[in-house]
């Protein structure tokens, strides 16, 4: 959604969680689909999310591959250890995703998850998340992997006064 509101278009959301989350998650699936409906509305359309278990990582990979086929590779969202699952995914079955870029969060990206990582394959940005905000954000400059910019503009720290 942040892509669409920034007037990139969406062309595709997996998600890892079943849309179908259950009975008692009516709640979220009836936000999901008013964000889904309300971006069509105001002209930024967003795909419904389709449901790609971990283990199916090879069909992200297929669509990237068409992506890059098409001369137009893709940027995928996602967190450091799905997007090794794409790559390896896309590696073991010869598939040509170079040019793709993850934008990578949620978890730390430590030097045996850049191990994993491809080198032949797409470039990733490294973001550290708490929650959905983004608290860090890659050093092109970096002496380490996971040198970070602390996005100081996103923090604040309020001290209280102890009793």
């Known amino acids: 959604m942040r892509r669409s509101k920034l007037g990139q278009p969406v062309q595709r959301w997996f998600s890892q969680t079943p849309v179908n989350l259950g009975k008692d998650d009516t709640k979220y699936r009836l936000f999901l689909w008013l964000a889904v409906y309300a971006s069509r509305f105001y002209g930024r359309p967003v795909p419904q ?6 283990e199916q990582a090879i069909q ?3 669509w990237l591959a068409a992506q890059t086929a098409k001369g137009t590779p893709a940027v995928l969202d ?3 250890g799905s997007g090794i699952r794409v790559c390896l995914a896309a590696k073991d079955a010869g598939l040509d995703i170079s040019g793709t870029f993850f934008r990578l969060g949620s ?12 080198s032949r394959l797409p470039r990733g940005l490294p973001l550290l998340y708490v929650g959905n905000l983004a608290v860090g954000a890659a050093c092109a400059a970096g002496e380490a992997i996971d040198d970070m910019h ?4 996103k923090l ?4 209280r006064t102890r009793f």
């Open 107 to 118: 978890e730390p990206y430590t030097r045996p998850g850049h191990g994993l990582w491809p």
């Open 60 to 62: 992200v990979a297929r």
């Open 150 to 153: 602390v996005l100081l503009d």
């Open 49 to 54: 999310p389709e449901y790609v278990p971990l």
């Open 156 to 159: 604040a720290l309020i001290q």
């Open 78 to 80: 996602t967190n450091v």
